[in-house]
């Protein structure tokens, strides 16, 4: 698991450490960065595959852009000539780059000023090391390191995590299967794509283990009693609609039983984000970390408690190590939050006096558990207890 996130001269972030759990959730008021913390790892796993350019980041939900955008600038601030970024993992492994481009004659990729690689005990790559030889300052070298290390190296395990990340922005349309999805992945598209086949191997994974997880998603949205992915729905749709091969179908339980089924196209919006999010969480396919950005959209808020209170035990039945980073807007989201469980961490992001990105990780301190049982935190954020929140 990555514990620590460097991040220097990035966006809006002159200089950050932020310290991981396995749920990490931003709130803030809108523009005070907390998409460019997504988007610097989304940068550095990038770094880790070996190329810095436009594909590689749209690859990972990140806004491409000019590096006068990428660099952090700002009156009281000389902007580094490099963005520098490191992950730090909990076997002590270390990922650490400077990334350089001209402002003024931007190149298609990003060049590696140094690159640093160590498993915890030994150095794999050093800064500096392109000094040594003709090679090309585009190419990562830590990327090409790993055909050389064991597959169960620390090294080999931080950077697969980093080069898996990604951050997701579901959209309905696309949920739906209405629309293709820019970016597809294993298990659901960056977008929401694929969410039916990632929903059959959620039942077969449910089946196998034999959890209740889809009886208990189910329950979330009330309304259904059966979710399952079929090809076979063509009586349910209308000719006109555009769908992709599989198609999720859901039994509605108030409806009549001979005409109780419903297709994505027809169903709540709600059921189909919190699916996404499950898929994410427990699907084997599913990345060792990611980001969801607006995890809270088209959520109401007693279903976005229900949500985010599961996030820590879906992640923790993983079949493999998983770590979430997302953000929200919605008060509710934190009233699903056990900050009791330090591995369940949120943290309040603001803008100071020079406009720089702050983040503060919030703990439960006793003066704010006295306020707590008075207050639920959903209340204390809108009461301005938290910090976080928009100046208007």
Not at 62 to 84: A, E, M
Not at 193 to 210: C, F, H, T
Not at 307 to 325: D, E, F, K, V
Request: proline share 6%; charged share 20%; with cysteine.
């Amino acid at each position: 698991m990555i514990r620590e996130v460097k991040i220097r001269g990035f966006k809006s972030i002159p200089k950050l450490d932020i310290k991981l759990g396995v749920v990490n959730c931003f709130i803030g008021a809108n523009g005070v960065g907390k998409s460019n913390v997504l988007e610097a790892v989304g940068v550095l796993g990038a770094a880790a595959h070996g190329t810095v350019d436009d594909e590689s980041l749209l690859r990972r939900g990140v806004r491409p852009g000019l590096p006068r955008l990428f660099k952090s600038s700002f009156q009281d601030f000389r902007s580094l000539p490099h963005i520098g970024l490191e992950a730090i993992a909990q076997t002590g492994a270390i990922y650490r780059v400077n990334l350089l481009n001209p402002l003024e004659s931007p190149e298609p990729a990003w060049s590696f000023k140094t690159e640093t690689l160590t498993d915890g005990a030994a150095t794999i790559v050093t800064d500096g090391v392109r000094s040594r030889g003709n090679l090309n300052p585009k190419a990562g070298l830590a990327a090409v390191s790993m055909v050389t290390l064991p597959s169960d190296s620390p090294a080999t395990r931080l950077l697969l995590q980093l080069q898996q990340f990604a951050i997701y922005c579901p959209n309905t349309p696309t949920l739906r299967g209405l629309v293709p999805d820019p970016q597809t992945r294993e298990p659901v598209g960056l977008a929401g794509g694929r969410l039916a086949e990632a929903v059959a191997d959620l039942r077969k994974w449910s089946n196998e283990v034999q959890s209740d997880v889809l009886d208990d998603l189910l329950g979330l949205v009330d309304w259904a009693v059966d979710v399952t992915a079929s090809r076979s729905v063509q009586a349910l749709l209308s000719p006109s609609v555009s769908r992709s091969q599989e198609v999720l179908k859901f039994k509605d339980r108030f409806m009549a039983s001979n005409r109780n089924e419903l297709t994505a196209f027809d169903a709540s919006e709600g059921v189909l984000y919190v699916l996404f999010t499950a898929a994410l969480c427990l699907s084997a396919r599913g990345p060792g970390l990611f980001a969801i950005d607006n995890l809270d959209q088209a959520l109401n808020p007693r279903l976005v408690t229900a949500l985010t209170s599961r996030l820590a035990g879906w992640l923790g039945n993983a079949s493999t190590p998983r770590q979430l980073m997302f953000t929200a807007h919605n008060p509710a989201v934190l009233d699903g939050l056990d900050l009791d469980n330090d591995e369940v961490r949120l943290f309040a992001v603001d803008r100071d006096s020079n406009g720089h990105t702050v983040v503060r990780r919030l703990v439960m301190t006793p003066e704010l558990k006295a306020l707590n049982s008075d207050f639920p935190l959903s209340r204390l954020w809108m009461m301005g207890h938290l910090g976080a929140v928009p100046n208007v």
